[in-house]
């Protein structure tokens, strides 16, 4: 076995991520850009230093894991959405916004604008619009063209693929336009202190804060506040808490599941600042 193949044997041992699901060059491109922070010439010596230190697993699987999502990536919580949210959302109103924070390759809001789609036949006045946001304008490229293999689609019914999915002549699989069209993608960075817009019934950010400072994730969530309508939601990622200093701006909804709404009665500084222009 070459130092590479020994090198994702480990990976996959120490870090549990199947280095095969992946293409060859992306883990590659990732390790590399590990090695020269680290200053190690060679797959050999930065398997030697990898092996035995802790942090740099940590770098490393955060450095594989940056864009990695799925569709309806935590089936719960996408069923409690799809389930009681959203019916209950297009049950009272006539227009929803929902923000998809830190959206990757698409995947996430490409989920919703799926639900959106099946449950608004049945009130098609209901105007939604999924606000689609990443910092990366690569991941972006590829969630606006929203072109997917099939194994990325593993979690969806062939159902719903055949209805909201067209194959294309390499194989591939398109999203179809009448999904696209519940979606506005944009680059934005979350740490820029604005939100997207404004009025927004749901904000989910999810898997997007592992290299913020405990800081940086508060001042997130403030952010976060004044954006959602009263009551609106907020979705965190499964492995991801509320931090202590901003708890009391929102209250549990589903604490397993991490899905909260927004304490009303708390305003926040930003709120009455109003920094962030409601739009359209
Ligand atoms: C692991 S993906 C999460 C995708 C999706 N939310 C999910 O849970 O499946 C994390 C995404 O956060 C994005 N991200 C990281 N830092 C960001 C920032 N400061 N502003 C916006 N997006 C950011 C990354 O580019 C990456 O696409």
């Given amino acids: 076995m070459d130092d590479f ?140 063209n929203g072109i997917y293999d099939k194994r990325v689609l593993e979690n969806l019914t062939e159902s719903q693929i055949r209805r909201h999915f067209s194959q294309k002549d390499d194989g591939k699989y398109e999203v179809r336009a009448h999904l696209k069209e519940y979606i506005r993608f944009s680059q934005h960075d979350l740490m820029s202190g604005k939100a997207v817009t404004g009025n927004l019934d749901i904000i989910l950010c999810r898997n997007v804060t592992i290299y913020f400072t405990e800081a940086q994730k508060n001042e997130l969530a403030r952010t976060f506040h004044p954006a959602l309508v009263s009551g609106g939601y907020y979705v965190l990622g499964k492995t991801e808490f509320l931090g202590r200093d901003v708890e009391k701006l929102y209250v549990p909804y589903n604490s397993l599941q991490k899905i909260y709404r927004k304490n009303d009665g708390m305003q926040h500084r930003s709120a009455i600042t109003a920094r962030i222009p409601a739009r359209g």
Avoid at 55 to 73: C, D, G, M, P, Y
Avoid at 104 to 114: F, Q
């Fill in 5 to 144: 193949g020994a090198l994702t044997k480990s990976i996959e041992a120490i870090l549990a991520i199947q280095c095969a699901n992946y293409k060859e060059d992306y883990i590659k491109r990732r390790i590399s850009s590990r090695m020269r922070l680290t200053g190690k010439e060679d797959f050999r010596s930065y398997l030697e230093f990898f092996k035995d230190n802790q942090a740099e697993q940590e770098s490393l699987r955060n450095a594989l894991t940056i864009n990695v999502t799925k569709f309806w990536r935590d089936r719960e919580v996408f069923d409690i959405i799809h389930k009681e949210i959203l019916p209950d959302l297009i049950k009272r109103k006539d227009r929803i916004r929902i923000w998809s924070a830190g959206c990757a390759t698409g995947e996430e809001p490409y989920t919703l604008a799926l639900m959106a789609h099946d449950m608004t036949r049945l009130r098609p006045n209901v105007q939604i619009t999924i606000y689609a946001t990443d910092i990366d304008q690569e991941a972006l490229r590829k969630a606006k």
